[in-house]
């Protein structure tokens, strides 16, 4: 069957802070898949519904042999869209939906990390502001963020304990559970994996395996850490590649392809670290639907590698169809 006979949906929007994102992220990759050659279809979702050129649609209508999800935050990030292509037999790009439901919550996903063996940092759940003196015996400074968001919405570094309840309060406008981590110093790195049997430097398929990508070095120029401004207002240096020692890199290729098993994650993700000053890396977010808009971290890192952005979700497609139709023969 030739790629033009098969229909790809990208879905894109969401519901979350991330809306505008993801519909950058979903322009990226619906150019990418017409380019491939397929029929491709650009649907949005808002809490009305699926919408495709401005018409409510219904997904299951649509004859989909395949779905891109692009929606970064909640629905698409956090197992709700999965479990609806699930049900509906739809073949997909994202993680299933107890592995993106797990990677969201970032409490959750850092006790099982934790419990590994991976390196994370010091981190405490809450459902309110429990006081000041709640935080005698921490390090400041800390983050406080919510426990289940992206592109860090809602996140406050908090050097003065004085400046707490505000950050939970700001954390609350995001949703109702409260991360509090320690804050890890050193430099920030993001390393990008994928899963696929193709190898896109031989251009060989040599069997399914997790690969690294390339990892960036995230240098904010205008404030303390890597904020929405920083990802996507252009206030952050990205190098790619990073510039760390060899012994180092590989440590954190190691890691993230180790994590990326674990937890059986699917597609491209994105794991990101802080490299401390003993050179030791602690692991501080898994992002199971990482942007692919201009200004997002995963395409340049393929473009490093000189891995099509078209080539790789083409080879993604056709393989996560293949796996599909095996499953249910």
Not at 105 to 131: T, W, Y
Not at 289 to 303: D, R, V
Not at 309 to 319: C, G, I, K, N, P
Request: overall charge negative; some cysteine.
């Amino acid at each position: 069957m030739e790629n033009g006979a098969k229909t790809v949906v990208v879905l894109a929007g969401g519901y979350s802070s991330e809306h505008e994102i993801s519909l950058a992220s979903g322009q990226t990759a619906y150019a990418a898949f017409d380019a491939a050659g397929y029929r491709t279809l650009f649907v949005i979702v808002t809490r009305s519904g699926f919408s495709l050129n401005g018409q409510n649609v219904r997904l299951e209508d649509l004859n989909a042999d395949y779905v891109f999800n692009s929606i970064h935050g909640s629905p698409g990030e956090d197992g709700h869209i999965s479990g609806v292509l699930e049900v509906l037999d739809i073949p997909h790009s994202t993680c299933p939906t107890f592995q993106s439901a797990l990677t969201f919550n970032k409490a959750q996903c850092n006790a099982v990390l934790r419990d590994a063996g991976i390196r994370v940092p010091k981190g405490e759940l809450f459902h309110k502001f429990p006081g000041n003196a709640a935080f005698q015996q921490w390090r400041f400074p800390l983050f406080v963020k919510p426990n289940c968001a992206g592109s860090s919405h809602g996140v406050s570094r908090v050097v003065d304990p004085v400046e707490l309840e505000a950050a939970f309060q700001y954390a609350f406008t995001e949703g109702s559970q409260i991360l509090v981590e320690e804050a890890i110093s050193g430099k920030e790195v993001g390393c990008g994996v994928v899963r696929s049997s193709y190898n896109f430097d031989s251009k060989n398929n040599e069997g399914v395996k997790s690969r690294t990508i390339a990892i960036t070095e995230i240098v904010p120029t205008e404030g303390a850490f890597f904020d929405f401004e920083a990802k996507y207002k252009g206030k952050s240096q990205e190098i790619t590649p990073a510039r760390i020692p060899t012994a180092i890199g590989k440590n954190i290729e190691a890691i993230s392809e180790r994590v990326y098993d674990l937890l059986n994650l699917k597609g491209i993700v994105r794991m990101d670290f802080i490299i401390e000053e003993n050179d030791k890396p602690v692991l501080i977010e898994v992002n199971s639907i990482p942007g692919l808009s201009p200004a997002s971290i995963i395409p340049q890192q393929l473009n490093s590698r000189n891995w099509p952005l078209v080539e790789v979700l083409r080879a993604l497609a056709e393989e996560h169809m293949a796996a599909h139709k095996e499953k249910n023969s």
